[in-house]
């Protein structure tokens, strides 16, 4: 059954760094998300993006963060320079059209010191 | 899009039906409810979905009362691996004028499958 794949599954980086987290979505979807889940709170939306550009953000997605799909599989998150609040887990989704289920990914957990 | 309450957490027995109550009294016409649930810090995990008939897959049956105000998941034969938090959404629709990109999380019922 194809999956949502991540990497990397964990990152430490030191505050003001950049990262880039990387996702895999299912091979015949076109719409991406990422959420964040910080340690003990809710699941909460980012970003969707379509058609190589981005649909929806949230008051969260500041200029500090970006998405890009680099190639026809990959779909990236930069955090340009991190802060200690970046700490969380990063969950990637897909689904095949707009109204459809989102399909999630294992996540990759941010720890920034 | 509409809130959604659930209890924050429940207990099944192995091998028992869970039932998992939501209530979304202010559900719109063309919303619709979806059930994720998510196990440990894992991913999300898509279960089901309705709009106002009942709804059943390989995992689960989703029952929408008749005003739309509440539904019931509904997990058959419980099982240890079914310990998880349970999410009810309420997503907008394309047709509705709202936004249906988003999910929107709340805290979820937190079942647990004893033994």
């Known amino acids: 059954e194809p999956e949502v794949t991540q990497t990397p599954s964990h990152q430490v980086t030191q505050m003001g760094q950049e990262v880039i987290l990387r996702c895999v979505p299912i091979?015949?979807?076109?719409?991406f998300y990422w959420y964040r889940q910080i340690l003990g709170q809710k699941v909460e939306f980012l970003v969707s993006?379509?058609?190589?550009?981005?649909?929806?953000k949230s008051e969260i997605f500041d200029d500090q963060f970006s998405v890009e799909r680099p190639d026809g599989s990959n779909f990236t998150l930069k955090i340009r320079s991190t802060k200690l609040e970046d700490s969380a887990m990063y969950f990637c989704?897909?689904?095949?059209?707009?109204?459809?289920?989102?399909?999630f990914g294992p996540g990759t957990r941010l720890t920034v010191t | 899009d509409a809130k959604t309450t659930q209890p924050t957490s429940m207990d099944c027995a192995e091998g028992r039906a869970a039932n998992l109550p939501c209530n979304h009294s202010?559900?719109?016409?063309?919303?619709?409810v979806y059930w994720y649930r998510q196990i440990h810090s894992q991913g999300p995990q898509y279960i089901i979905h309705?709009?106002?008939n009942n709804e059943t897959n390989e995992m689960a049956s989703l029952i929408i009362t008749e005003d739309r105000k509440s539904s019931t998941l509904i997990l058959p034969h419980a099982t240890l691996r079914d310990t998880a938090v349970y999410y009810c959404?309420?997503?907008?629709?394309?047709?509705?004028?709202?936004?249906?990109?988003?999910?929107?999380f709340g805290k979820g019922t937190l079942l647990t499958v004893n033994p």
């Open positions: 959404i309420v997503r907008g629709s394309l047709y509705g004028g709202g936004s249906n990109y988003k999910l929107t």
């Open positions: 989704a897909s689904s095949p059209g707009r109204e459809y289920e989102q399909y």
């Open positions: 091979s015949n979807h076109l719409y």
């Open positions: 309705g709009l106002k």
């Open positions: 993006f379509y058609n190589n550009e981005i649909s929806e």
């Open positions: 202010t559900i719109s016409g063309n919303e619709y």
